[in-house]
């Protein structure tokens, strides 16, 4: 019978604790920051919009995976923080070549610059916790 | 808004962050001088929270009313998690947890100015 591998350590205890403030402060921001946009005006940027959507759902989802554990909330934040970290990228690159598209501004605009940059450091302290978290 | 209320906001915010940096930098848990200064912090957050609705409720001008009262919202909140979580990870991670905290609320105070001048959301 397979062992049951569980993650070494709990996910929301220590670093993984500073982890789910920042994580949960961020779902909070982007959660706020597109409820403004779409209630105000939604044609004025779709995709910056839906973007800021999209990252409020990511930072929910990452949230709640590192309070909840297990290895399921391991492997699914992994997933969330993964693709934090690709759209943090593109969208903080598309923002400075193309700034046609983003007539408004989202979470991962300038890479976070309106957030201190933390919205890029995020997801980069994330995989590394999962990394020292990691079940294998 | 009273302009004093950012201005001891983001004093008393400041002092906190360079003391949780220097006892971060110590590699020391949070220290009670912190959590006082938490407190401190958090008084100020009440005032601003009430002095922030009164004002909001007698100016004319067409401001931004909810986000602005969200933010107020938020930075009454933002000390308190903190806190239990610091005091719930009694290590530099808690010393960590306080300075992301009173960061946030500094970058609020920031905010907070520019919504009351009509800069947006």
Redesign the interface.
């Given at each position: 019978m397979p062992e049951r591998r569980q993650p070494s350590q709990a996910l929301s205890q220590g670093w993984g604790r500073a982890l789910v403030f920042a994580y949960g402060l961020f779902a909070v921001a982007a959660t706020g920051r597109s409820a403004v946009q779409l209630g105000m005006d939604p044609d004025k940027a779709p995709l910056a919009y839906s973007l800021s959507l999209v990252a409020a759902v990511l930072y929910l989802v990452a949230t709640t995976c590192l309070l909840l554990g297990g290895n399921t909330g391991w492997r699914v934040a992994g997933i969330a923080v993964t693709i934090e970290l690709l759209g943090v990228l593109s969208v903080g690159t598309l923002s400075y070549v193309a700034t046609d598209l983003f007539p408004d501004k989202t979470v991962w605009s300038h890479f976070g610059q309106g957030y201190g940059f933390l919205p890029l450091v995020l997801p980069l302290a994330g995989l590394a916790w999962l990394r020292h978290t990691s079940p294998a | 808004m009273n302009p004093w209320l950012y201005g001891v906001a983001l004093v008393v915010a400041g002092v906190l962050a360079v003391l949780l940096v220097v006892d971060l930098v110590r590699d020391r848990a949070a220290q009670d001088s912190h959590f006082v200064g938490l407190a401190v912090l958090e008084v100020v957050m009440l005032v601003q929270l009430v002095g922030g609705v009164v004002a909001l409720a007698r100016t004319e001008r067409d401001l931004?009313g909810?986000?602005f009262v969200?933010y107020l919202v938020?930075n009454l909140l933002?000390p308190i998690?903190?806190a239990f979580?610091a005091l719930?990870?009694r290590?530099r991670?808690g010393t960590?947890?306080l300075l992301?905290?009173v960061?946030?609320v500094a970058?609020l105070e920031v905010r907070l100015w520019d919504v009351w001048g009509g800069r947006g959301?």
């Open positions: - | 931004e909810a986000v969200s938020t933002v998690v903190a979580l719930a990870e290590s991670v960590t947890i992301l905290g960061a946030t970058g959301a």
